[in-house]
Nanobody, 125 residues
Framework: QVQLVESGGGLVQPGGSLRLSCAAS????????MGWYRQAPGKQRELVAT???????NYADSVKGQFTISRENAKNTVYLQMNSLKPEDTAVYYC???????????????????WGQGTLVTVSS
């Protein structure tokens, strides 16, 4: 079963930085896109940034120039470097990936969309 494990969230003061990490595990033949989404209290989940297997990046307008997404293919890991953080960046950040991997031993290999459990980022003084 393919899983995502996120780390790096926490409390930071305005203007500070955090780096989120997300590692994919399980029987994976191919990872396509990887990305980050966030959900602030009382709001819908929104895209933050994505990166393709070829390294093409896409950012939400609200984080362009502030956040940087990168991936380490050998470790099946995606990162989100967040700088100059603002209170409005406070949210639960979710990792997402599209893979071709084993769903279960019975179901076998399929194209899967997988979500992490989320990591809380709080920007506050």
């Amino acid at each position: 079963q393919v899983q995502l494990v996120e780390s790096g969230g926490g409390l930071v003061q305005p203007g500070g930085s955090l780096r989120l990490s997300c590692a994919a595990s399980g029987r994976i033949l191919r990872i396509n896109h990887m990305g980050w989404y966030r959900q602030a209290p009382g709001k819908q989940r929104e895209l933050v940034a994505t990166i393709t297997s070829g390294g093409n990046r896409n950012y939400a307008d609200s984080v362009k120039g502030q956040f940087t997404i990168s991936r380490e293919n050998a470790k099946n890991t995606v990162y989100l470097q967040m700088n100059s953080l603002k209170p409005e960046d406070t949210a639960v950040y979710y990792c997402n990936t599209g893979v071709f991997g084993e769903a279960t031993p019975t179901l076998g290999y399929k194209s899967l969309e997988v979500w992490g459990q989320g990591t809380l980022v709080t920007v506050s003084s």
